[in-house]
């Protein structure tokens, strides 16, 4: 076995399961041998499940499903039967183990897919860096000393160190995205209600989804095939295509797009798009123009869409404190995000602030009359330093994601698809990004996008030095 086939990505690995060129076992044994080597240097997990997954690989042995023993990570905020998800706090709040697994991950297992670990959070998935009191800082692969992007973190870090072939996330105001983008990732916030939340319902007021890290366009889809579509009795608002596969989709070169793109910040949000980002941004286009799309230069008619999006972040946040055993234990961070939220939406407030981020979304979606996606930088800069701002205040740790991550949340209170696409590094060999976003239920048209995108300039032959 060699470390090559730590970065074949899911569906190539479960080829070889399904044809008997490789075993479960083996596949498992050698993402074990690379988390014990190689996760002190980035710390993406917050525990390792070998005995349980070695011991799933030896009845894996003839699996035939899309995932036959791949392994994959869990992050921290989903339902795993047998085992507590902390999301990033100390034990005081810690909730039993779960009794059943995420509809989302019960897919996946039954893909054939090996859960090896669970991945590191910043307490409750509240900020776009990952350190914790509880856990310590998990570290960019590429660069140590900056972050891996946060909420889903641990995963971006452990699919880009080659310690996974993928990773579960989540996304309430760009947290797949980000980490994606961090860590030259292919990650796709799915379309509100594309995957299911239960046995839960969805976090922060619906602003976040369940969905994957991958580092292919086409290991991204399949992961997205699979997790798809929801358990009887619950209403499913975007069946599969009729057409075929999102990973057929990536395949697929797109027809002729309208293509907007905008560098604009959402108002009410301060910083600057840094030089290597605009010029990523900026390379891109051309090559989808060159590629025969239309492209036209558009700006989303935010309004105050980022103000409604932080009213219901604080508010989610605060429903997320109240429910605690121990919420006094929570990192000061945390603390004084629960109690903006208390405050500035109190429970009478709550309804209208729902009506209004409908009708915000409705005015930002109006941009797809003219359009048929609209690109982004996903970040405003290269990933900073690997603490961001913890332990500082929740005003500057809002301020600093604010300027580092502006381009992502308005697409989660609209509730549309949106992909981070890998678009080469910068001078210090950090991965660049542009974020791909359509219209509800599109992801087909992102992925065969972000594929054409893939073929016209490569990039998973590249992998974190040392890795």
Same mark, same amino acid.
């Given at each position: 076995?060699?470390?090559?086939?730590?970065?074949?990505?899911?569906?190539?690995?479960? %080829?070889?399961?399904?044809?008997?060129?490789?075993?479960? %076992?083996?596949?498992?044994?050698?993402?074990?041998?690379?988390?014990? $080597?190689?996760?002190?240097?980035?710390?993406?997990f917050r525990s390792v499940m070998a005995e349980e997954a070695l011991a799933q690989a030896d009845l894996s042995v003839g699996a035939d499903g899309a995932l036959a023993g791949v392994p994959i990570?869990?992050?921290?905020?989903?339902?795993?039967?047998?085992?507590?998800?902390?999301?990033?706090?100390?034990?005081?709040?810690?909730?039993?183990?779960?009794?059943?697994?995420?509809?989302?991950?019960?897919?996946?297992?039954?893909?054939?897919?090996?859960?090896?670990?669970?991945?590191?959070?910043?307490?409750?998935?509240?900020?776009?860096?990952?350190?914790?009191?509880?856990?310590?800082?998990?570290?960019?692969?590429?660069?140590?000393?900056?972050?891996?992007g946060g909420s889903s973190g641990g995963s971006a870090a452990a699919v880009a160190g080659g310690l996974v072939a993928a990773a579960t996330g989540s996304d309430g105001g760009g947290s797949i995205?980000?980490?994606?983008?961090?860590?030259?990732?292919?990650?796709?916030?799915?379309?509100?209600?594309?995957?299911?939340?239960?046995?839960?319902?969805?976090?922060?007021?619906?602003?976040?989804?369940?969905?994957?890290?991958?580092?292919?366009?086409?290991?991204?889809?399949?992961?997205?095939?699979?997790?798809?579509?929801?358990?009887?009795?619950?209403?499913?608002?975007?069946?599969?295509?009729?057409?075929?596969?999102?990973?057929?989709?990536?395949?697929?070169?797109?027809?002729?797009?309208?293509?907007?793109?905008?560098?604009?910040?959402?108002?009410?949000?301060?910083?600057?798009?840094?030089?290597d980002q605009r010029t990523a941004w900026k390379r891109t286009a051309s090559l989808l123009c060159d590629a025969g799309h239309e492209i036209l230069e558009r700006d989303p008619s935010y309004g105050?869409?980022?103000?409604?999006?932080?009213?219901?972040?604080?508010?989610?946040?605060?429903?997320?404190?109240?429910?605690?055993?121990?919420?006094?234990?929570?990192?000061?961070?945390?603390?004084?995000?629960?109690?903006?939220?208390?405050?500035?939406?109190?429970?009478?407030?709550?309804?209208?602030?729902? $009506?209004?981020?409908? %009708?915000?979304?409705? %005015?930002?979606?109006?941009?797809?009359?003219?359009?048929?996606?609209?690109?982004?930088?996903?970040?405003?800069?290269?990933?900073?330093?690997?603490?961001?701002?913890?332990?500082?205040?929740? /005003?500057?740790?809002?301020?600093?994601?604010? $300027?580092?991550?502006?381009?992502? /949340?308005?697409?989660?209170?609209?509730?549309?698809?949106?992909?981070?696409?890998?678009?080469?590094?910068?001078?210090?060999?950090?991965?660049?990004?542009?974020?791909?976003?359509?219209?509800?239920?599109?992801?087909?048209?992102?992925?065969?996008?972000?594929?054409?995108?893939?073929?016209?300039?490569?990039?998973?032959?590249?992998?974190?030095?040392?890795?």
């Amino acid at each position: 076995m060699t470390d090559d086939l730590a970065f074949a990505g899911p569906a190539e690995l479960g %080829r070889l399961v399904r044809s008997r060129q490789v075993s479960p %076992r083996e596949l498992v044994e050698l993402f074990l041998s690379r988390i014990e $080597r190689l996760d002190p240097r980035c710390n993406a997990f917050r525990s390792v499940m070998a005995e349980e997954a070695l011991a799933q690989a030896d009845l894996s042995v003839g699996a035939d499903g899309a995932l036959a023993g791949v392994p994959i990570a869990v992050k921290d905020d989903l339902a795993f039967a047998g085992h507590v998800a902390t999301r990033g706090m100390r034990g005081a709040n810690w909730p039993g183990p779960a009794t059943q697994d995420a509809e989302s991950l019960r897919r996946l297992r039954a893909a054939g897919a090996i859960p090896i670990g669970i991945t590191n959070v910043p307490e409750l998935m509240i900020f776009p860096w990952t350190a914790t009191a509880a856990n310590g800082i998990t570290r960019n692969p590429w660069d140590a000393a900056r972050t891996c992007g946060g909420s889903s973190g641990g995963s971006a870090a452990a699919v880009a160190g080659g310690l996974v072939a993928a990773a579960t996330g989540s996304d309430g105001g760009g947290s797949i995205r980000i980490p994606s983008a961090c860590c030259g990732l292919v990650g796709m916030k799915p379309s509100r209600g594309r995957v299911s939340s239960a046995p839960g319902l969805p976090g922060w007021l619906g602003l976040s989804t369940a969905g994957a890290l991958a580092r292919t366009v086409s290991d991204s889809a399949l992961l997205l095939d699979v997790m798809h579509g929801s358990p009887p009795g619950e209403q499913q608002p975007f069946p599969r295509r009729a057409a075929g596969s999102f990973v057929a989709a990536a395949a697929t070169a797109p027809a002729r797009l309208r293509i907007a793109i905008s560098a604009k910040l959402p108002p009410g949000l301060f910083g600057r798009v840094a030089d290597d980002q605009r010029t990523a941004w900026k390379r891109t286009a051309s090559l989808l123009c060159d590629a025969g799309h239309e492209i036209l230069e558009r700006d989303p008619s935010y309004g105050l869409a980022q103000l409604v999006f932080a009213q219901t972040w604080v508010r989610g946040v605060h429903e997320d404190a109240a429910a605690l055993a121990a919420p006094e234990t929570l990192e000061r961070s945390t603390r004084q995000m629960a109690a903006a939220g208390r405050v500035v939406v109190p429970d009478w407030r709550r309804a209208s602030l729902l $009506r209004s981020r409908e %009708r915000a979304a409705a %005015r930002i979606m109006a941009l797809w009359d003219e359009c048929d996606v609209l690109m982004t930088p996903t970040t405003a800069r290269a990933p900073i330093p690997a603490d961001g701002a913890y332990g500082r205040s929740a /005003a500057v740790a809002v301020n600093t994601a604010g $300027r580092f991550t502006p381009f992502t /949340a308005v697409f989660n209170l609209t509730g549309q698809p949106a992909v981070a696409v890998p678009a080469g590094w910068d001078s210090d060999g950090v991965p660049l990004s542009v974020q791909l976003v359509g219209r509800p239920g599109a992801e087909d048209v992102l992925y065969a996008l972000a594929g054409e995108l893939e073929r016209l300039a490569p990039w998973a032959d590249r992998h974190p030095p040392g890795y």
